[in-house]
């Protein structure tokens, strides 16, 4: 039996539109656990990487001291409702060490025993397996995410 080339096309692009449905599925599987569960991931951090950036810019101005550090809430025109979402998430630790460079922690998600989720910029390199006071509450750092970027996670 013979499969005409009219009906040889239609099977292709069955297939190519089955393809593209699973691959829809699975990309929309996975931003649903990225945002749903961790709260931080590759998704949060395209869709708000701007503000973010905002965080660490207005933590760097908070004046903490080579040396020092300091934890507070962002002001409110800085947080948004996708970074507030638990009784402790939003909290932005800011630590600079003795030749002024910062590592600054901003926890998205904080699901007590569940765990903490965020991101930790630093100005210098940190090694993923790294575990530093510096990026308390975090205890492990996905590779980097973009310059200076990390995804974080921690047991606290």
Not at 18 to 36: E, N, R, T, V, Y
Not at 92 to 119: E, P, Q
Not at 141 to 154: K, M, N
Request: glycine share 8%; hydrophobic share 35%.
């Amino acid at each position: 039996m013979k499969i005409s080339n009219e009906r040889k096309r239609r099977i292709v692009q069955t297939l190519i539109q089955l393809f593209s449905l699973a691959a829809a599925l699975c990309l929309g599987l996975w931003g649903w656990m990225d945002l749903s569960y961790t709260k931080s991931g590759y998704l949060d951090f395209i869709l708000h990487k701007n503000q973010y950036e905002q965080m660490v810019a207005h933590a760097k101005q908070s004046g903490v001291p080579p040396g020092g550090s300091n934890r507070f809430a962002p002001p409110q025109q800085l947080s948004k409702k996708a970074t507030i979402r638990d009784d402790y998430s939003g909290y932005i630790t800011t630590t600079r060490d003795l030749s002024g460079h910062y590592t600054i922690t901003i926890i998205t998600s904080d699901k007590h025993h569940g765990g903490v989720f965020g991101y930790v910029y630093s100005d210098l390199t940190v090694k993923p397996a790294e575990e530093t006071e510096t990026t308390a509450p975090f205890q492990r750092l996905s590779p980097t995410l973009d310059t200076h970027w990390w995804i974080a996670e921690g047991d606290e």
